[in-house]
């Protein structure tokens, strides 16, 4: 079994019972690539900033990072055309997931 289980529609991955929102399938492989790499070099950068104490070139960094992640779906607007709500961040346990989840980890404690 996954580490992290993607829900049954690939909107979300699962981490501590929380919900994260899913990069969007429908970007090339290789736009793909080039945001996770822009996010990566971002995510060192503030690293290095805080490591600096340097609070502009953090508030800089972490901007990258946010437009990466919108760029790449994860924030902003969602990426499927269906019209269902964001649950991105919430506990899986107040979202519709929640019945698919316990059926997930029952099978995956059992094994």
């Known amino acids: 079994m996954p580490k992290y289980p993607t829900t049954p529609d690939g909107r979300y991955f699962v981490v501590n019972q929380r919900l994260w929102r899913c990069s969007n399938p429908n970007l090339a492989p290789a736009e793909r690539q080039n945001l996770v790499n ?4 971002a995510r060192r950068a503030v690293g290095q900033a805080k490591r600096q104490q340097n609070q502009d070139a953090e508030r800089t960094a972490r901007a990258e990072v946010q437009r990466c992640k919108v760029a790449l779906g ?3 607007p969602v ?9 991105n961040r919430r506990l899986v346990k107040n979202t519709p997931y929640w019945e698919w989840y316990q059926t997930y980890a029952s099978g995956r404690t059992s094994s």
């Open 38 to 41: 822009q996010l990566m070099h």
């Open 74 to 76: 994860e924030r902003g």
């Open 79 to 87: 990426w499927w055309a269906d019209q269902a709500p964001d649950y």
